[in-house]
């Protein structure tokens, strides 16, 4: 009797553990099922809000558009929004961001590259693990602070130089965007330089190349697409700039090659429109839109060339 009694017993147990097992698989199996539609969610959020953004400028702009003639916008060199006879050219606006562009290119270019290649291909691993986190502090400081420097120090130093200098101009921020995405074209170009395999260094070096050779001849063209990359993404940073050129630029809206008068890039109006007294409904309300949309047009083709000639150049190994 006591041994049917345990073998009874034993065998409730079993039956208990095997319920409690079918439960903890149901679940785990609802789970599983449940995942992949949770991250496609989540993942769904990025694109959504994307063509969200897209929508709301396309039917802005367009609205605009109705008001403006499409050629006067494109091809007008005067933009007087507040004035009793509005013009709505947006020249004066790309006039300023490419030129504002070129001159932070121009200084992040070569220091960023050469940056790279003594990360890459000179320093010791000490001195790298003190310039690198150095370099990266560059990027972390807020813009707003990079355009109070420029306006409050980099443009009373130039002036002691060009005293017709104007108080606001766009030599002085396009200098200090140059300093602030200097550790883009860096880091980037140096991780490309970083990928190239070692073996076609000790090759080159074996032939009897110097370290310079090597650099210019060998890594260099073999890390192109990704150093061109860097360059174009860099671009795409200095084009879309806000907060320095809202501050050391002005918002003159001049249509001139003077890089020491005052201008206006094409984020700073959509500042100066959004924070101003355009009300809703206005044609310059709208007018901020459809700077917006030309704005977010050139930072796309940045991205898909960039994209390209990383597809097109890359080499594999």
Do not use: W
């Not at 504002?100 to 000179?122: D, K, R």
């Not at 980037?188 to 001849?217: H, I, Q, Y």
């Not at 109006?269 to 206005?282: F, I, K, T």
């Amino acid at each position: 009797m006591v041994e049917n009694k345990a073998e009874s017993a034993s065998t409730v147990r079993v039956k208990s553990m095997i319920e409690e097992n079918r439960q903890k698989k149901s679940l785990q199996t609802i789970g599983e099922k449940a995942m992949p539609n949770l991250l496609l969610g989540i993942a769904l959020i990025s694109i959504l809000t994307t063509i969200g953004i897209v929508f709301v400028l396309i039917t802005e702009t367009v609205e605009f558009f109705d008001r403006v003639s499409f050629v006067e916008f494109f091809t007008g060199t005067v933009l007087r929004p507040l004035s009793q006879d509005p013009k709505f050219g947006v020249l004066p606006l790309v006039n300023g961001t490419l030129i504002s562009s070129v001159i932070a290119m121009i200084v992040a270019g070569p220091i960023g590259m050469m940056t790279a290649i003594y990360l890459s291909e000179y320093a010791s691993d000490n001195m790298r693990r003190v310039l690198k986190p150095v370099l990266e502090l560059l990027a972390g400081i807020p813009t707003i602070v990079y355009g109070f420097f420029a306006f409050t120090f980099v443009t009373p130093f130039l002036r002691q130089f060009i005293p017709e200098m104007s108080a606001t101009n766009i030599l002085a921020p396009g200098l200090v965007m140059g300093v602030m995405i200097i550790p883009m074209i860096a880091s980037l170009s140096e991780d490309a330089m970083n990928s190239v395999p070692n073996a076609m260094r000790e090759g080159a070096l074996a032939l009897g190349s110097t370290k310079l050779e090597v650099t210019f001849k060998v890594i260099i063209p073999a890390a192109f697409s990704g150093i061109v990359a860097a360059f174009v993404l860099g671009i795409s940073r200095a084009v879309g700039e806000t907060m320095i050129v809202a501050i050391a630029s002005g918002s003159s809206k001049n249509f001139t090659f003077d890089v020491t008068q005052s201008m206006q890039t094409m984020t700073a109006y959509v500042v100066e429109v959004a924070g101003g007294d355009a009300s809703p409904g206005s044609t310059i309300y709208y007018s901020l839109y459809a700077v917006a949309m030309t704005l977010f047009v050139f930072t796309l083709v940045m991205n898909i060339l960039a994209r390209y000639i990383s597809r097109r150049f890359r080499e594999e190994y």
